[in-house]
C-alpha cells in the first residue's frame, strides 16, 4: 500500500541557502505526523513545498500516489491538501464568515453551507461570532478560525504550521484536541510544532528536523521516551 503522502530525497533551496537536504518522510491515510524542530529547521519549508507555494530543486512529492512537485498550488488543494499557514494569516477586515468561505474557493459542490455549520460545530465561537471582522478575536480564536478555514475545503490530508504558536496552556490543549477529533472525523494530519511534548502526545508518528535534516524518527511515544528528544526538545537534562 502507499502512503496518502510520500516525500522522498526532497530538497529546497532559497538562493544558495539549502533549507531542507534530502528529507524523506511519508504519511498514512488516518494518520496524525508531526515534523518537530527548533527554529529554522525547514519545517515551514516543507510544509510550502508540499503546498506548491515553493518548488524543489530535488527529490518528489507523491499524494495519494501521483506527483505534485510541479502541481499549481490551487490544484493541490483541489487534489485534498489543506494548509493553515504558520501565523495564521486570517484576513482582519473579513468576518468569521467570509474568512471561512475563503477556504471553499476551490469547491463546486453544493456542500459549502453544510461544511459552514460543520465549522461552527466544530468550534461554536465561530458560530456565535460569524458576523464579526475576524480581526477582532484574540490568538487563539483566530488559530480556530485558521483551521475551520482550511477545514473548509474538505481536505483528505490538514497541514497545521504552529497550531500552538503564543497561545494559553489551555488553548493550546483545546487547539491539540481538535486535532484528535479531526483525526476521529477521517482526516489525515500533518502538524508541525515546536512544542514537541504536545505533538509528540498525540502524533502516530514523528519525525525530528534539525537545519534541514531529518536526524530521529518513530512512533510518538517512541520520541517522547527518547533521551535525545528530551535533552533536546523537552528541556530535560
Ligand atoms: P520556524 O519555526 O522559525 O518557521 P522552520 O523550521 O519552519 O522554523 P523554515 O522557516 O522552514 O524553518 O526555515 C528554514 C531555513 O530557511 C532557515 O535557515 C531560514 O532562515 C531560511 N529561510 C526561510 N524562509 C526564507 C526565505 N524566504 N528566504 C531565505 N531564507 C529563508
Request: no cysteine.
Given at each position: 500500500?502507499?502512503?496518502?503522502?510520500?516525500?522522498?530525497?526532497?530538497?529546497?533551496?532559497?538562493?544558495?541557502?539549502?533549507?531542507?537536504?534530502?528529507?524523506?518522510?511519508?504519511?498514512?491515510?488516518?494518520?496524525?505526523?508531526?515534523l518537530?524542530?527548533?527554529?529554522?529547521a525547514?519545517?515551514?519549508?516543507?510544509?510550502?513545498?508540499?503546498?506548491?507555494?515553493?518548488?524543489?530543486?530535488?527529490?518528489?512529492?507523491?499524494?495519494?500516489?501521483?506527483?505534485?512537485?510541479r502541481?499549481?498550488?490551487?490544484?493541490?488543494?483541489?487534489?485534498?491538501v489543506?494548509?493553515?499557514?504558520?501565523?495564521r494569516?486570517?484576513?482582519?477586515?473579513?468576518?468569521?464568515?467570509?474568512?471561512?468561505?475563503?477556504?471553499?474557493?476551490?469547491?463546486?459542490?453544493?456542500?459549502?453551507?453544510?461544511?459552514?455549520?460543520?465549522?461552527?460545530?466544530?468550534?461554536?465561537?465561530?458560530?456565535?461570532?460569524?458576523?464579526?471582522?475576524a480581526?477582532?478575536?484574540?490568538?487563539?480564536?483566530?488559530?480556530?478560525?485558521?483551521?475551520?478555514?482550511?477545514?473548509?475545503?474538505?481536505?483528505?490530508?490538514?497541514?497545521?504550521?504552529?497550531?500552538?504558536?503564543?497561545?494559553?496552556?489551555l488553548?493550546?490543549?483545546?487547539?491539540?484536541?481538535?486535532?484528535?477529533?479531526?483525526?476521529?472525523?477521517?482526516?489525515?494530519?500533518?502538524?508541525?510544532?515546536?512544542?514537541?511534548?504536545?505533538?509528540?502526545?498525540?502524533?502516530?508518528?514523528?519525525?525530528?528536523l534539525?537545519?534541514?535534516?531529518?536526524?530521529?524518527?518513530?512512533?510518538?511515544?517512541?520520541?517522547?521516551?527518547?533521551?535525545?528528544?528530551?535533552?533536546?526538545?523537552?528541556?530535560?537534562?
Amino acid at each position: 500500500m502507499t502512503a496518502m503522502l510520500e516525500v522522498r530525497d526532497l530538497r529546497v533551496s532559497y538562493g544558495k541557502i539549502e533549507a531542507v537536504k534530502e528529507i524523506s518522510f511519508s504519511v498514512e491515510e488516518g494518520q496524525v505526523v508531526t515534523l518537530i524542530g527548533t527554529n529554522g529547521a525547514g519545517k515551514t519549508t516543507t510544509l510550502r513545498t508540499i503546498s506548491g507555494l515553493l518548488r524543489p530543486s530535488g527529490g518528489s512529492i507523491h499524494f495519494q500516489g501521483k506527483p505534485i512537485d510541479r502541481t499549481p498550488a490551487h490544484e493541490i488543494v483541489t487534489l485534498g491538501v489543506a494548509h493553515s499557514p504558520e501565523g495564521r494569516k486570517i484576513f482582519p477586515r473579513l468576518t468569521v464568515e467570509e474568512n471561512l468561505l475563503l477556504g471553499a474557493f476551490s469547491r463546486k459542490d453544493g456542500g459549502v453551507k453544510a461544511d459552514l455549520q460543520a465549522a461552527y460545530e466544530l468550534f461554536p465561537i465561530l458560530g456565535e461570532r460569524s458576523k464579526q471582522p475576524a480581526g477582532t478575536f484574540s490568538g487563539g480564536e483566530q488559530q480556530m478560525l485558521a483551521m475551520g478555514r482550511a477545514m473548509m475545503s474538505r481536505p483528505k490530508l490538514l497541514m497545521l504550521d504552529e497550531p500552538s504558536m503564543g497561545l494559553s496552556p489551555l488553548m493550546m490543549k483545546r487547539i491539540m484536541s481538535t486535532v484528535k477529533t479531526l483525526q476521529r472525523q477521517g482526516t489525515t494530519i500533518l502538524l508541525v510544532e515546536q512544542n514537541a511534548q504536545a505533538a509528540l502526545k498525540l502524533a502516530d508518528r514523528g519525525y525530528v528536523l534539525e537545519v534541514g535534516k531529518i536526524v530521529l524518527q518513530g512512533s510518538g511515544k517512541e520520541l517522547l521516551a527518547s533521551d535525545d528528544v528530551r535533552k533536546a526538545y523537552l528541556g530535560e537534562d
